[in-house]
């Protein structure tokens, strides 16, 4: 193969995939508070209520406050099985 052939028949190279439209490869065990304000559909500050009024799951590790993924699963189902009663 000579390289003039080489030079005429590049394979085109495609564009970089942004990171941020990568599937994550692990699934992660905890969020933040804003994440899990945002995977349930209220503010930050609502998420905080939650905590305070009806039990909405919650964790501090070190200095981080943090939402166990499986636990708030479990607490929405149940406030969607008892009607939204804490």
């Known amino acids: 193969m000579t390289r003039k052939f080489r030079e005429n028949h590049k394979q085109p190279v495609p564009p970089p995939v942004p990171t941020a439209q990568v599937a994550p490869l692990i699934t992660p065990l905890a969020v933040s ?14 998420y905080y209520e939650l905590i305070e009024e009806k039990g909405a799951p919650s964790f501090h590790l070190d200095k981080r406050h943090l939402v166990s993924v499986d636990r708030l699963r479990q607490w929405i189902e149940a406030q969607h099985n008892d009607g939204g009663a804490a």
Do not use: K, L, N, Q
Request: without cysteine; aromatic residues 0%.
């Open 33 to 46: 508070i804003g994440e899990a304000a945002a995977m349930i559909g209220v503010s930050r500050t609502r």
